[in-house]
C-alpha cells in the first residue's frame, strides 16, 4: 500500500489562491547499487554484473547519442530527449567578435551566447503509468491537508528544517525546502545556492537542473 499527504501550495507561489494537490509520501532514495540489487530479483538467472554492464551501456549510448540529435525510446519505460538552452556563463557571439577584432562585431554575429544541453526530459510509456496504477492502491497518510506556516525562519532554523527533511527521506527536492520554509521556488532556489556555497554547509546537491537533490555531506575520508 502507497501512501500520500495532502499539501496546499503556498500563497506566494499561488497568487492568494488555495490549491491542495496530493503528494506521493517518499521515504528512501534508491541509489545506482540499490537499483541493481532490486532488478536482480526479476532478472532470473543473469547476474548483478550482467544487469550493471547493460545499465552501463544504456548511459553510454545516452551520452553518445542523444547529442547527436536522437532520441531513446525504450518500449515499457518511455521516451528521452534533450533540451537545450543558452549558456549565460559564457559571453555572446558579438561580444566575441569585438573582443577578437577591436570593432564593432561582425553583422553575422548575434548577442546569443553559446548552446548547452539544459535537461534531459523523459515521457513514461503509458503502459508503464496504467500498469503502476492497476498494481498500487494509494492510502492517506495523515488525516489533514498540510498547510505551510508564513513564518521567517533564521539560516540555522531552515538548515535544520533542510537536514530534518534529508534525515527523513534521504534526499530533499526544492519543493520540499520551498514548502517547509514557507517560499517560494525562486526564493527557496537563491537560499539553498546560498546554503550550498557555504564551506561549513553540511548540505550539498546532487543532479542538476530539474533532476537536482540535496543531501548530507559525506565526511572526507
Given amino acids: 500500500m502507497a501512501n500520500y499527504i495532502l499539501q496546499e501550495l503556498p500563497e506566494e507561489m499561488t497568487d492568494g489562491k488555495k490549491i491542495v494537490y496530493p503528494k506521493m509520501q ?51 519505460l518511455g521516451l528521452f530527449s534533450l533540451s537545450l538552452g543558452f549558456d549565460t556563463s559564457t559571453p555572446s557571439e558579438k561580444t566575441m567578435a569585438k573582443q577578437q577584432k577591436g570593432g564593432d562585431g561582425s553583422s553575422q554575429k548575434t548577442n546569443y551566447r553559446h548552446v548547452r544541453i539544459k535537461r534531459i526530459n523523459f515521457k513514461p510509456d503509458a503502459k508503464l503509468i496504467a500498469d503502476m496504477n492497476q498494481q498500487t492502491e494509494f492510502e492517506r497518510a495523515t488525516p489533514e491537508v498540510l498547510t505551510p ?22 534526499y530533499m527536492t526544492l519543493s520540499d525546502y520551498a514548502i517547509a520554509t514557507s517560499q517560494g521556488r525562486s ?29 548530507r555531506k559525506q565526511p572526507k575520508a
Fill in 26 to 76: 517518499t521515504y528512501t532514495m534508491h541509489d545506482y547499487d540499490e537499483v541493481i540489487k532490486h532488478m536482480r530479483i526479476y532478472a532470473g538467472s543473469i547476474s548483478d554484473g550482467i544487469i550493471r554492464g547493460v545499465m552501463d551501456a544504456l548511459i553510454q549510448t545516452m551520452k553518445t547519442w542523444m547529442p547527436m540529435g536522437h532520441t531513446i525510446k525504450i518500449d515499457g
Fill in 187 to 215: 526564493v527557496a532556489s537563491k537560499d539553498l545556492k546560498s546554503m550550498v556555497d557555504n564551506p561549513k554547509s553540511p548540505i550539498t546537491t546532487q543532479g542538476s537542473h530539474s533532476h537536482k537533490i540535496w543531501v
Fill in 149 to 170: 506556516r508564513k513564518e521567517t525562519y533564521s539560516v540555522e532554523e531552515r538548515t535544520a528544517k533542510a537536514l530534518e527533511i534529508i534525515d527523513s527521506k534521504g
